[in-house]
């Protein structure tokens, strides 16, 4: 055929009817460019050429001239105004130009001139969408399927609509019919994939992504969010290589970017993180998601830079997304890092949870019923967490489990996660009387039915809004009782939790309207240690001294005396048994007293009712003594301890004993976390080792992703000036007792930091 046109050129150069044929053959064989010339040669040639202009304008609209293609159409258009056709395809460009409001007038008149039209209802729909008319645009996309029951974009852009109105099984239901007519619409396997991920059926989307891939092996949409379904599925090399692929087909692909950054952010690559999330936002200067994102990794890195602006953007990303009920680009676990209010940090917890409920309503499972009275002897308890292995949870509260009172309690604890081989893991396992691994029941119904069937009264959840969380589970309501405890400080803004395991410090009575649960107020503290299971051969300690120096500074006659005021956290020898130790040297005991002035506002007339504005408030302090016992091991010289230490060695004899440095010891066991095994030898523990200073206190703020900005960092500072506190805190006391009862909670630059000081 190509052969035959070239021929017909050939014996007549100026045969329009040839050229604009033979720009068709290479248009359908792909060469663009080579079809865009001989269109415009069989214009040039007939000035009034219809056909020729119409697919002129098709050819430049594929290849994005849209200039061009707009004058083709007009071109055409002179030559038949009423033509439908053409008016779509005009509509196409105009859209494609972000000319919204003229291409729906001109979809407009192509339905006028042609009223069964499908394929200009549906473009006509996608505009009205993209304006925002959400409720036009769906009679638009219902209109082309009474028109044309298997028009399949109309199937899938309707798809898209019912998806982000929550409609997820009406979304499913026409994804699956779009690719019952057309089996290779990519665009179906992907959205199709996204909405099976929403559900947590992460295999089957993955397949669809795959399929989308196929059809279209350049599809940069499908290569991202498949990547965002390995990294759910824990497969961060391949999401890593998906987003990479993403963005060599697009390299300004902005969600990509952003999808890249979260990868390097969750695996600790702090500045390849930044580096991807700068580039997202040079792409896409309004991007939430990268922005919010960016603010937390250069919190992470203690960069302050431009902190108030960046707090003050940041503030306000979040009061808009809240106002327009859309998920906050701040996680709940995150919001303690923001000055956002209260009320704010509620609002995106609630967020959150209302997505739950979005994900349960799919399995279409009638509330659990439960029992209006009990006649029973033990109360069960069920802990559910995804954190029963190496995890700070379990560091904290192993032992919970095993020092229940077993005649009124029975314990069961649900894992949200696989055994990890650590003593952790089996600790909990073995103090529960049932330890169910919920690791394996992907399906939450499955998993809310089984604790159910178990009979739990009060089911406590451990992970809230943290990694590895189902509260999904939670949402489904398979307890009378359900309660937050522990892994997550702040409030679910669920109606399915009931309380909150917190304390009087953490959540003054005076915010709990800021909580959507009850409170339930432990004695003294929510939070739990487990130090005192965990290391029992830290227990017993020695401060260390050399005999030279115990010198006493009022009588330097007397060797034997030990000075009064003595650091307790200098040089100190820990073991499983210091007896070997002990009776090889002096050991002496000795007392020191520490004193804590404490100040507290009271009315000046107890007599004038609280709403006197004339009341007044006086100072009044308080002053505790404390009795602190230290015993102190007085070597005949720690000379060869302190070469020990300075050169790195890893142990030194003393007196004939045996003595390890406590920092170059080798954990044998890799299942144990850092200081659990118990040592067999005696250790001896410096600041020196740590390179911190033997006179000074060290405040730490040890989690990486939690990082205090400066402003809070001033307000522990200077709270003895806020709040009339004065802690005299030196180096030879230790603080047994702080009395909290007199903080408030009120002021506004931090209001959730409880804040100490200390005088030097």
Known sequence: MKACYLKAIETCPTFAVAWSNLGCVFNAQGEIWLAIHHFEKAVSLDPNFLDAYINLGNVLKEARIFDRAVAAYLRALNLSPNNAIVHGNLACVYYEQGLIDLSIDTYRRAIELQ???????????????????????????????????????????????????????????????????????????????????????????????????????TFADAYSNMGNTLKEMGDISNALQCYTRAIQINPAFADAHSNLASIHKDSGNIPEAIASYRTALKLKPDFPDAYCNLSHCLQIICDWTDYDVRMRKLVSIVADQLDKNRLPSVHPHHSMLYPLSHQQRRAIAARHAALCFEKIQILHKPPYTFPKELSIKRIKIGYVSSDFGNHPTSHLMQSVPGMHDRSLVEIYCYALSPDDGTTFRSKVENESDHFIDLSSVVCNGKAADRIHADGIHILVN????????????????????????????????????????????????????????KLAYMPDTFFVGDHKQMFPHLMERVILMDKSSALDSNDSSDRKNIPTSLPDTVSIVNATDLSPIIEKADVKKIREVSVVTTTSSIAANSNRSNNSANQSNVAVSQTEKFEVVKTVVELPATQVVQAMISNGHVQTSVNGLVVQNGLATTQMNNKAATGEE???????????????????????????????????????????????????????????????????????????????????
């Open 462 to 517: 451990m992970n809230g809004y943290t990694k590895g969380a189902r509260n999904e589970i939670f949402a489904l309501k398979p307890a009378p009782i359900q309660v937050m405890w522990l892994g997550y400080p702040g409030t679910s803004g669920a109606s399915f939790v009931d309380y909150i395991i917190t304390d009087r410090v953490t959540s003054p009575i005076e915010i709990a309207d800021q909580y959507s649960e």
């Open 678 to 760: 118990a040592p067999t030898a005696i250790l001896v523990t410096t600041r020196q080792q740590y390179g911190l200073p033997e006179d000074a206190i060290v405040y730490c703020n040890f989690n990486q992703l939690y990082k205090i900005d400066p402003k809070t960092l001033k307000c522990w500072i200077n709270v003895s000036n806020n709040y009339h506190f004065l802690l005299n805190f030196k180096l030879n006391y230790v603080l047994k007792l702080i009395n909290f009862k007199d903080f408030k909670t009120s002021t506004e630059k931090c209001p959730m930091v409880v804040t100490i000081s200390s005088s030097w």
């Open 115 to 217: 009223p069964n039209f499908p394929d200009a209802y549906c473009n006509l729909a996608n505009a009205l969408k993209e304006k925002g008319q959400v409720t036009e645009a769906e009679d638009c996309y219902n209109t082309a399927l009474r028109l044309c029951p298997t028009h399949a974009d109309s199937l899938n852009n309707l798809a898209n609509i019912k998806r982000e109105q929550g409609y997820i099984e009406e979304a499913t239901r026409l994804y699956l019919k779009a690719l019952e007519v057309f089996p290779e619409f990519a665009a179906a396997h992907s959205n199709l994939a996204s909405v099976l991920q929403q559900q947590g059926k992460l295999h089957e989307a993955l397949q669809h992504y795959k399929d989308a891939i196929r059809i279209s092996p």
